[in-house]
């Protein structure tokens, strides 16, 4: 059983920073994929950034330049840093876990942490 808990949302002025946290615990052998999706009201989800096991990286061009996206494979934990904010940036911030391979379960799976809210004023 896997479960992903994300840490660090808050209400923040424009210009500001945030880091979130997500780390993931259970019997965990590996994970190929870490991201962080975000959520506004009346829209869709969408990918800001995510990170593969051996370092690569891919963000939304809204973030290019402003978010930065880490992990720590030996803590099984994922990082966003989040610098200059906008208030579009504002929603709720999900983390996502793919290719999860736990022991004694042989297929990998997919996990969801149940989201973090960060709002941007103006």
């Known amino acids: 059983q896997v479960q992903l808990v994300e840490s660090g949302g808050g209400l923040v002025q424009a210009g500001g920073s945030l880091r979130l946290s997500c780390a993931a615990s259970?019997?965990?052998?590996?994970?190929?994929?870490m991201g962080w999706y975000r959520q506004a009201p009346g829209k869709q989800r969408e990918l800001v950034a995510d990170?593969?096991?051996?370092?690569?990286?891919n963000y939304a061009d809204s973030v290019k330049g402003r978010f930065t996206i880490s992990r720590d494979n030996a803590k099984n934990t994922v990082y966003l840093q989040m610098n200059s904010l906008k208030p579009g940036d504002t929603g709720a911030y999900y983390c996502?876990?793919?290719?999860?391979?736990?022991?004694?379960?042989?297929?990998?799976?997919?996990?969801w942490g149940q989201g973090t809210q960060v709002t941007v004023s103006s």
């Open positions: 996502n876990a793919r290719g999860v391979r736990i022991w004694g379960i042989l297929n990998g799976g997919d996990y």
């Open positions: 259970g019997s965990i052998f590996s994970i190929d994929v």
């Open positions: 990170i593969g096991s051996g370092g690569s990286t």
